[in-house]
């Protein structure tokens, strides 16, 4: 319905520009559309104003006092416009638009609707004419200008329900010079602070079904481009000028060429794209030899409540143009609250323009997406004016949250700090470190607590007043023993963070024992020995724990229970607690690990307990010449660092032969077959003063025999066909001499066809014989591939598999002679190959089936096949279907033809 009713009021108004032109008289075209664009802004609930932008050629006789706009919901408009002053051709509060160029009018033309509710919703205009001649579209008199914008109406669950277009700052009309560099920013800003991206793309004369149809012939000009995220459109550089050096210059001879260019402009929520403004815009390029000034300034960034200074200078490279204009455009300039001011230095050296950008921020300018401001400076050259642009971004930052504290409170520590001096916050990120950050990050550049100091985020509180937080480490407790270090984060709706706090660390009060030692002093799968050392508690109120003291220890067979009381220390009535080992003995240390907490018990009350702790557990598994080990471990220290012991078999001793900073190492250089036993030792250490460093411990002994489990790598295999031997060569290299040194022989695998699977088809050694010649067979076809096995079977994975086909071959005779002197007494074909059966049937002149068989030989006597009697002389006509063994399958082809039969000698004939 859309696109009737658009070519509808296209040829309307096309037919009525024709009739006014043959009436008026003066004018031999009426084109003047130049460029354009739409935006939108909402008003309430689902109602929105629309704001239509175009830029036409005031000398055109054609004028547009109206416009009809499609909302893309079923309805339609016609808009006045409403810029500029009234004048009587269009009638009273109608404008006749602005002129802003020489021969540049600009019109608006605004309307409200109401749309039925949420939705994706494509406004579009189409206006018949664009103005004559545009280098790059066909013929653009005739063809339509056409310009359209998409959004989204959401919930208020999403925010969109009071979402407003970007605003674009800079006009879709410029100027440009062959062979100079050539720039252009629309300058948009989203006052929603939503991300903005741009996109190149073809201009549309209109839309059918659905579809935007690309205004015909149009393209793009080589060398332009687009910046994704500033916008700014580069051309490096226009082209000569088509009028110039033409017998039939384009645009009349007026020596200059003019190119319209589109773009969308991409407005993106949560990564979402919640609406896409097309900008038909309009570059006139002429022939000038001046140069375009040159811009100099830098991202930046601020932190809010700051004043913000930016030095802008600007220089003609030339030196021909002794004024130059420098201006600025963006976001900050324009926003209600504080905006930026640029001011230019009046007298400024010849061939240069300085400005500076002030802006006084607050912290109603925090937000997520960066400010866009663009500097432009132009030459004020007499032929034309060139310009350039630099477009920065400014990153208002809200600063960090202050005075953070952090206080121990049981197993638990309490964070506060002062509420942001950022009103419009939203709550508070926490991140948590072991230990203390000895970096620095870089603020106000840089937002939120950066990956690289090793921070967790471990909660979020929301609101502007929640400056608290208790961390106990989800309910599970925070570890005694640990340097807890704390960075505080505020946070606003769009997304943005501040700056992070400084660091603020805390440890737990030493009024609990400490566990620092389970080290496995003896493997066995009975008698097994582990030793379990804590230290005991450094403060202790014994007016709340009067005593009498004593120690229960727990334990589990895994790395986190510890759910088993196993032992108790004697009942101490004084202050006695120096009895903080405990040597657990009978138990499997050969297959398990132990985990192990102390608690300290006043009489009957629970004064505290350690954290769990287990053994170091060590696994190892085996491999070709060496020895895989890991272990797993479950503590609250960090260990820092393990190093491997392994017996000496003459010295019955074990030997430190490495260290690794992780869980695991591989042992090399081993011999296949002999036995290896190991023992890991650990070294680390809490973070706070005052408790053992290092902290020892030792894993159980493991041992374990390398074999040769590795299979080698699979040979690289060719296959190459022989069609007249009927017989397959087969190729492959030694991995003996690449990857392996212990491959005895290969397995050849085969499947005739590529839907059935691989299967064994032979053995070959020893693994210096590469090659196998696979003769007398029925078919070529067939796939082949190949594998390596060595000394202990280990067997390589298949190589790729190598296919070849058959070259089959069926050929009849056009004559035999069957008079039984044994020379072409038969019709038989020639010597074929890879034929598996045939259906052939022959005819003779009148159409009557002689002879029929299925075998591939024929061997056709010349005899009627229904009674045995010879066929007369003659010409016979053949239908024969031939089955051919081919490596996908059985493949039919037909042939035709036509055979002579000939006697000497006739005899009785049918």
Known sequence: MEMHLILMRKSLIYLVGIVCLCVLGTYTYASHNRAGEITY??????????????????????????????????????????????????????????????????????????????????????????????????????????????????????????????????????????????????????????????????????????????????????????????????????????????????????????????????????????????????????????????????????????????????????????????????????????????????????????????????????????????????????????????????????????????????????????????????????????????????????????????????????????????????????????????RIVACFADGAESCASVETCSQLNLDVPIITHVSVGATDASAGIDTVIWSMPKILDTSLYPGPYYYKIYQSADFTSAASLIASTPINAVLDLTDTVYIDNGINTAVDPHSYRVILYSDTTTVGSTHVASSIHLSVSTADKSLNLSWQENVPWLNTEYFVYRFNDITLNFDLIGSTLTNTFLDTGLTNGQEYCYVIRSEGAYSVAGIINPIINHSQESCQTPLDNVAPCAPELAVTPNCNAIENTLIWNNPNNSCADDVMYYNVYFTPTLETPLELLQTVSPASQTSLVLSNLTSLAGCYAISAVDSFNNESILSDSVCVDNCPYYSLPNVFSPDDNSMNDKFIPFPYKFVDKIDLKIYDRWGQLVFETTDPDINWNGKYYKNNLDVSEGVFFYVCYVDMIRLSGIQTITLTGFVHLLRSNPANTN
């Not at 700014?232 to 088509?242: G, H």
């Not at 200059?256 to 991409?266: A, T």
């Not at 997520?368 to 401001?373: L, M, N, P, R």
């Not at 990153?395 to 504290?405: D, G, K, R, S």
């Open 41 to 486: 802004k909402w008003l309430s609930g689902t109602s929105y104003e629309i704001t239509v932008v175009t830029y036409t050629k005031d000398d055109s006789p054609a004028d547009r006092c109206e416009l009809e706009v499609y909302w893309g919901d079923g309805e339609r408009d016609t808009l006045n416009r409403s810029n500029g002053d009234s004048n009587t051709i269009c009638g009273f509060n109608v404008g006749e638009g602005e002129m802003v160029g020489v021969n540049i009018r600009k019109n608006e033309y605004i309307g409200i609707h109401t749309y039925p509710g949420p939705g994706i919703y494509r406004i579009t205009m189409l206006d018949p004419n664009r103005n004559a001649e545009v280098t790059n579209m066909d013929d653009s008199f005739n063809t339509p200008f056409f310009i359209y914008l998409t959004f989204y109406i959401g919930t208020n669950l999403n925010g969109l329900d009071t979402n407003s277009a970007p605003l674009i700052l800079n006009p879709p009309i410029d100027e440009a010079c062959s062979g100079k560099l050539f720039i252009h920013n629309a300058g948009a800003y989203d006052e929603n602070g939503d991300s903005i991206s741009y996109v190149l793309g073809p201009c549309y004369e209109g839309v059918e079904g659905g579809v935007l149809t690309v205004a015909a012939g149009h393209w793009i000009p080589q060398d332009l481009t687009m910046d994704p995220v500033t916008g700014d459109l580069i051309w490096n550089t226009p082209p000569p000028i088509t009028a110039i050096n033409d017998p039939n210059p384009p645009n009349n001879g007026r020596g200059f060429d003019e190119y319209n260019i589109c773009f969308e402009i991409i407005e993106w929520r949560d990564g979402v794209i919640i609406g896409r403004i097309q900008r038909d815009m309009q570059i006139t390029v002429w022939p000038c030899s001046n140069e375009p000034p040159l811009i100099t300034a830098a991202d930046t960034c601020v932190l809010a409540g700051s004043a913000l200074t930016i030095n802008v200078s600007a220089t003609d490279p030339d030196n021909s143009n002794s004024l130059l204009t420098l201006t600025a455009t963006g976001g900050p300039l324009i926003i209600n609250n504080s905006p930026a001011v640029f001011t230019v230095d009046p007298t400024p050296p010849p061939f240069t323009a300085n400005g500076i950008l002030s802006w006084q921020t607050d912290c109603s300018h925090v937000r997520k997406q960066a400010y866009a401001v663009t500097f432009k400076a132009e030459d004020n050259d007499l032929d034309v004016s060139l310009v350039d642009l630099e477009t920065i971004s400014i990153t208002v930052i809200a600063p960090a949250p202050t005075n953070p504290q952090s206080t121990p409170a049981g197993n638990a520590i309490t964070l506060g700090w002062d509420v942001s001096i950022c009103a419009e916050a939203t709550g508070y990120k926490i991140y948590r470190r072991n230990g203390s950050f000895s970096g620095t990050i870089d603020c106000p550049c840089e937002t939120g607590v950066p990956g690289y100091a090793g921070y967790d985020l471990i909660a979020s509180v929301v609101g502007l007043n929640s400056n608290t937080y208790q961390d106990d480490n989800n309910g599970a407790g925070l570890v005694h023993g640990i340097d807890y270090c704390y």
